[in-house]
């Protein structure tokens, strides 16, 4: 939880800052680094897959086989970062081109994109080293990296941003540099903890072995319905802010404090999502099935104990918070309620999130694929007919999230209960 918090923190940063700078640069980074996470969560897709079989082969205590695991995800996810590089910096201009309404966002856009686009390389490795710490239930130094990863994003966007102590004025393209500095720094400390604190024989780890087929092979047959899933997942997210942007640049705006706000507290429900993905993965593997129920049941308390106790400072001072995003009183009245929305979307995620996690740990990634496409389906439907009737109303229009989270609870329990994963082998 603390090393997703610290991930958040990097966008609350960037976010406060460029509202500082101009609209402009607010609404266009919320395009790009949409656009960004898109090829982000797929390789992201890969790591889920990654902890999974780490934490299988770790619940079985067969050991030495999670270092080929380790280094062949390593391998593919260089590979992979390097293919959606290129592909980002040939075609993207056009892409968003063809979508957007404003040349002022797209060129802004494509400023941000560019450089942090090759953020991919560092903030994947970190992904698949997170993957093998929470897989072997190593998750202390998570958070020591991740507020690593956040300090030094926060100083270097301070310094890029607004040109202080005689770096350059950057701006926007400051924000994009910021990020990746920082990904660099995050995957350094997680370097040395490996070789710091990693019983590295135990794990069978840098032997730098040639890529092993049938490893690749079974991570991509586990990860490749996560990965289709979390494609799908941040294209319709995507899709959302290009139907607000042909709403006006002040709602794009606004909507992108919402978001960064909501990012901000949904991530305690990430992570217990994370948690009970390791503990349901490693309970099969340790062939104890019968404590799965209880398991998600445990964590679901406590997740949704959190995400109320994230709402009281929603209800207290939803104004306030959208003040420190930016001095634009206009942006404020106008996203302030949707804050109110998305607190009690992240209650409702506290519980859905965590049941729909248990599935994928079962092994039943495609299960899981076709559970949140069906959902999504409902869900970009509802921020289409939200948007063409209430343009000027983003609380309503936010109101898509709580059919999201509704929808996704609901199949997740349905699922689970018919008891179809039980003997599931991975």
Known sequence: MAGLLAESLVGVVDTAFLGHVGDLE?????????????????????????????ARRNGEKNYGKIGGIFENSL??????????????????????GFMLNSEDILNASMRYLNIRVFTLFFSLACVIIRSFFVGIQFTKYIGIGAFIIAGTNFVFDYLLIFGKFGFPKMGLDGAALASVIAAVAGLAYYVWIIFKKIDLAKYNLFKFMKPQW????????????????????????????????????????????????????VCSVWAYGSTVSTLVSNAIGAKKQHYVFQIIRKVTIFSLITSIIAFIPILVSAKWIMSLYTNNMELVNIGFKALYVVGVANILSSVSW????????????????????ATLACYIVAVYLFTMNFPNRLEIIWQSENIYQILLGVFSVLYLRTKHWENKEI
């Open 26 to 54: 607010l609404a266009s980074s919320a395009i790009a680094s949409t656009y960004y996470f898109i090829l982000f969560i797929v390789g992201m897709g890969f790591g889920i897959g990654t902890q999974i079989l780490i």
């Open 75 to 96: 391998y593919f996810i260089c590979v992979f970062s390097a293919v959606m590089v290129i592909i980002s910096l040939l075609f993207s201009r056009k892409i968003l």
């Open 214 to 265: 049938q490893i690749l092979s079974q991570t991509m047959s586990l990860s490749v319905f996560t990965r289709l899933q979390n494609l799908l997942s941040m294209s319709v997210w995507f899709l959302f802010w290009i139907i607000i942007e042909k709403t006006g640049e002040k709602n794009l705006a606004a909507s992108n404090i919402v978001r960064s706000f909501y990012m901000l507290v």
């Open 354 to 373: 965590v049941i729909f996690s248990a599935i994928s740990a079962t092994g039943n990634t495609k299960i899981a694929l076709f559970l949140e496409s």
